[in-house]
Antibody, heavy 119, light 110 residues
């Protein structure tokens, strides 16, 4: 079935780095735009970054621009998020999501992976 | 502070019709489609309404969406206890070149 599975979350100190991965299955990954969306504990949803199907177009939220890098490997059906210079306020569940509908709607979500930035 | 504005809470009784608002600006709702998501506690959000008023397969027709100018609304008719979860609106923002979300509305079924 259509599925997104994130991995790579964990505990990291402020200023540290972490790389999240997302494995896609059940659909033609290379046909879809993908995003990362995060949710801090007890807070709302925050869009982090977006990458087009070919990887040629990328956008970042102002809060992560210059620190995070999104990428994809269509041959491996995988999406990545390299997170550098992590801050305490980056602590959140990070979701890998597929943009699969008109209007930029996110129709498939992974289960999320928790990133905790703490000293 | 979220770019899109949603009331933090709403309530209704079983069987009632409730409406949630989502307010934005000309750079987001005013020029792009609005999508709505439903989130049960401890789970990933689920797409509820896309492209302002379209329902994915499997979403009951009790849920409906609309948009006018720089505001959008989500309506739930025939309110059920299982609807007592969080709802988020979202739209692309041309000025920010990014997707923006509302802060979410927590629905209580009395």
């Amino acid at each position: 079935q259509v599925q997104l599975v994130e991995s790579g979350g964990g505990l990291v100190k402020p200023g540290g780095s972490l790389r999240l991965s997302c494995a896609a299955s059940g659909f033609t990954f290379s046909d879809f735009y993908m995003s990362w969306i995060r949710q801090a504990p007890g807070k709302g949803l925050e869009w982090v970054s977006y990458i087009s199907s070919s990887g040629s177009t990328i956008f970042y939220a102002n809060s992560v621009r210059g620190r995070f890098t999104i990428s994809r490997d269509n041959a491996k059906n995988s999406l990545y998020l390299q997170m550098n210079s992590l801050r305490v306020d980056d602590t959140a569940v990070y979701y890998c999501v597929r943009e699969g509908r008109e209007g930029g709607a996110f129709d498939i979500w992974g289960q999320g992976t928790m990133v905790t930035v703490s000293s | 502070q979220s770019v899109l504005t949603q009331p933090p809470s709403a309530s209704g009784t079983p069987g009632q019709r409730v409406t949630f608002s989502c307010s934005g600006s000309s750079s987001n709702i005013g020029s792009n489609a609005v999508n709505w998501y439903q989130q049960l506690p401890g789970t990933a959000p689920k797409l509820l309404i896309y492209n302002n008023n379209q329902r994915p397969s499997g979403v009951p027709d009790r849920f409906s969406g609309s948009k006018s100018g720089t505001s959008a609304s989500l309506a739930i008719s025939g309110l059920q206890s299982e609807d007592e979860v969080d709802y988020y609106c979202a739209a692309w923002d041309d000025s920010l070149s990014g997707m923006v979300f509302g802060g979410g509305t927590k629905l209580t079924v009395l």
